[in-house]
């Protein structure tokens, strides 16, 4: 009964570390440092960025101006959980995901903030 216990355990711990690296690969080692100017360009629907720069305004609610480093300017939406103790202009990097919608209309979905 032990035996199958720790076997069952073993396949339960391989699974679920197997499914954090897969996400993590898929998640964080996918984005590449841009701009928000090549975002606008060449940017598509669900791809993952990381862009250096600072927010500039707070819109409405959870939506924010962010500058890049370059001086170009995109509407990007945060979690109240991802804006933990930050402030307005503040040099961060972002981790988002691209957000295009059927009307041409694009924005950052940040899923995670790093200060710099």
Request: avoid cysteine.
């Amino acid at each position: 009964m032990k035996k199958m216990l720790a076997i069952v355990l073993s396949l339960v711990a391989v699974f679920v570390l197997g499914t954090a690296v897969v996400f993590a690969a898929k998640h964080h080692n996918s984005a590449q440092v841009t701009t928000i100017a090549d975002i606008k360009a060449n940017g598509w629907d669900e791809q993952r960025v990381l862009v250096d720069g600072e927010f500039t305004e707070h819109i409405y609610k959870d939506l924010y101006t962010f500058t890049d480093n370059e001086g170009n300017s995109m509407t990007v939406e945060v979690d109240d959980d991802i804006w933990y103790q930050l402030s307005m202009d503040t040099p961060v990097r972002i981790y988002a995901e691209v957000d295009k919608d059927w009307h041409g209309g694009i924005e950052l979905e940040v899923k995670n903030i790093e200060k710099r």
